[in-house]
């Protein structure tokens, strides 16, 4: 078990034969890293292979065992004919991962537009239109999908997202080689190529707010971090993949509490909770085209409902919304960046 302490317990100084000055000094130590890693997974019959990137650091590469199981893309959508037509387009023709299928959840689409896109995707093989009568509550729409839907695992998409990478289904689904893998989530860009999501830190802005956010395509972030697989405590729920037998053990998304806000962190903390792993991997890219279908909570007239759902974020997660088992206490909450918190907030 590895855990961190947030103390400087050893440093040393840099002379021009140091690692620490650059790795080139002592290659071999690259090398017999990466093969360590690599024994590490052999020896735990983890089927990965471990890459060396352009800045020393590892990636491991997990593959997949066949039969390759199915995954259901439950994508709920309300009058967004657009970017749903961009969202479904871009699964259906970028996705080399094709044991799949599309669930959209329309929830009360009175747009004449969307009406037809969604009688034209009906006819798609892949694709199951499901109506949904009530009234907006992302939690609820989501759990009623995930009972129709018949994948191994499930991944929840906002509809205005647009999948990049074409191996972005693999690269989510292999990470489950690992046993206590509970949740896997994506890496999200803007439409101008500055990330959205890079996993979620909480405590920033009162909960929780997204790692790395409005770094730029080709920075690397905290210690290469925005590059790298890695846990958090949460991820989006704009792209989350989960296996739909945990999902129903632990009964879904909040649809009381977190009828529209927070319910992914609050979920990915009962996973947490509950002895599974939250990861996140920058190796399956999609872009997010952020709240195009709903609007921010700020504009709209539901202030009261926001700030019920912040209390209960407070009131059941309070302790880890201060203290994130996945961020150190010596950087900030006041931003995304990883800025060093001054004073640090170190008991």
């Not at 140091?18 to 890293?33: D, G, H, I, Q």
């Not at 537009?113 to 009530?134: A, G």
């Not at 990470?175 to 994506?186: E, T, W």
């Not at 792993?277 to 709209?300: C, K, N, Q, Y």
Request: glycine fraction near 6%; proline fraction near 4%; charged fraction near 20%.
């Amino acid at each position: 078990q590895i855990i961190h302490i947030p103390r400087v317990l050893y440093h040393w100084r840099i002379h021009k034969n140091s690692t620490a000055l650059k790795t080139e000094n002592k290659p071999y130590a690259v090398f017999a890293a990466k093969a360590a890693i690599q024994d590490h997974f052999d020896r735990n019959g983890i089927y990965a292979s471990v890459e060396i990137t352009p800045n020393n650091a590892y990636q491991v590469k997990y593959l997949l065992n066949d039969p390759l199981p199915k995954i259901s893309i439950i994508i709920p959508s309300r009058n967004n004919e657009v970017y749903l037509r961009k969202c479904i387009n871009s699964i259906l023709n970028k996705t080399s991962y094709q044991n799949f299928e599309i669930a959209i959840i329309d929830n009360n689409s009175d747009d004449a537009k969307t009406l037809k896109l969604l009688e034209e995707v009906r006819n798609y093989s892949k694709v199951k239109i499901y109506r949904d009568p009530q009234d907006f509550n992302y939690s609820a729409i989501n759990n009623l999908a995930a009972e129709k839907v018949n994948g191994k695992y499930i991944c929840f998409l906002n509809d205005d997202t647009e999948v990049i990478s074409k191996n972005w289904l693999e690269e989510m689904l292999g990470i489950f080689n690992h046993q206590n893998v509970g949740v896997v989530g994506a890496k999200l860009w803007y439409s101008n190529k500055t990330l959205q999501h890079g996993g979620i830190i909480l405590g920033i802005g009162g909960v929780a707010s997204h790692a790395h956010k409005f770094f730029p395509e080709g920075n690397g972030g905290y210690f290469g971090r925005a590059d790298l697989i890695q846990e958090f405590s949460a991820v989006t729920g704009a792209c989350l993949m989960v296996p739909k037998s945990l999902f129903h053990q632990l009964g879904g998304f909040n649809e009381t509490d977190l009828k529209i806000a927070y319910n992914d962190v609050d979920f990915c903390l009962r996973v947490k909770e509950s002895g599974y792993s939250v990861v996140w991997t920058p190796m399956a890219e999609l872009f997010h085209h952020e709240g195009i279908s709903r609007g921010d909570d700020l504009e709209l007239d539901e202030n009261k409902r926001f700030q019920g759902e912040i209390n209960y974020m407070h009131s059941r997660w309070g302790k880890w919304i201060e203290n994130d088992p996945a961020y150190s206490p010596n950087l900030s909450l006041s931003s995304e960046n990883f800025g060093i918190a001054w004073p640090s907030r170190l008991q």
